[in-house]
Every structure is written in C-alpha cells, then in structure tokens.
C-alpha cells in the first residue's frame, strides 16, 4: 500500500518505479509531485483513486493497467505535458474532473466499457481535436468538454440518451 499523501508536494521526484507488489494506491499519494514525468502502475492495482496524479504538471507518460476498473475524481487533473491516455476496458466511467486541465492531451483512447462521462472530465484540454464517444455511452454529464477549444470532430453515437448543459462551452 501506498498511503494517502505519502508523496504529496514532492516536487524534485522525477521518476518511481512502483513494486508489483503494491496493490493500492490512495488519495492524494502522488498529488503535485510537480517534477514526475513518468510512472507504471502495477498489475495488480484497481482502482485510482481520488487526486492521486493531481497536480503532476510534467507526467508526459502513464502506463494504467487492466486491472483497473475505476479512475476516480480529479485523479490526472493538472497533468499539463500529459499527451495520450489509454483508458484500459475494464473502467466503466470517467468520473469528475479525471482530465481536467490535461492541456497537451492530443488522444485519448474511450474503451467500449464506458457508459457514462461525468462533469468536466475534459474540462480545459484546449490540445484535444477529436473525440469519438463509443456506442456504449448513455450519458454525458454537464461541462464535459467545457474549455477543448481545439475540438475540430467530436461523434456522438445514438446511444447517447441524456447531454446535460455547457457540454462544448468555452
């Protein structure tokens, strides 16, 4: 286990190699590490959890795996040299403010297991030009997308059933 804060506001830490052993990463463990530029999360970690990379203004690279089923809140928010994220098929929802502030993020990859995408998940990826929401999308939450000013092709599919406000403000 990594604990909560345990690495919070180490800003000279560039680099950590996590062991496979670790199998839980909590809140906060890694928020504003300002000099992290990359890290792997071990196989045997679930969940993501609240705030964990917030703040890592210079991760340019993460490996998340498939053993993750959950990415919680706000936890990449911040990341700004960020440029791709996979999100691995075994999440089924991008929670509230996960990307939020990724302003270098060009591509992300939305697995066909997401069914819903929560506020502001996107909120201030002015890098992002092109989003393809999958089929199996039934809701996106308000002010999604809020601030991607670059967006030139967004595709909603069919499925999509509710879109709540301010969803391509900005």
Do not use: M, W
Request: proline content about 4%; aromatic content about 6%.
């Amino acid at each position: 286990i990594i604990h909560i804060n345990t690495f919070n506001g180490c800003s000279s830490l560039k680099e950590i190699e996590i062991p496979s052993s670790v199998t839980t990463i909590e809140e906060c463990a890694f928020q504003d590490c300002s000099s992290l530029q990359k890290i792997t999360i071990p196989s045997d970690v679930s969940i993501i959890h609240i705030n964990t990379f917030n703040g890592c203004s210079s991760l340019k690279e993460i490996t998340i795996p498939s053993s993750v089923t959950k990415i919680e809140e706000s936890a990449f928010e911040g990341c700004s040299l960020l440029r791709e994220i996979v999100i691995p098929s075994s999440v089924t929802s991008i929670e509230i403010n996960v990307f939020k502030k990724c302003s270098s993020l060009v591509a992300i990859t939305i697995p066909c297991s997401i069914t819903t995408i929560k506020e502001g998940a996107f909120n201030g990826c002015f890098s992002l030009k092109e989003i393809t929401i999958p089929s199996s999308v039934t809701k996106i939450k308000s002010s999604a997308f809020t601030n991607c000013s670059s967006l030139e092709e967004v595709t909603i599919p069919s499925s999509v059933k509710k879109i709540k406000y301010s969803l391509f403000s900005g």
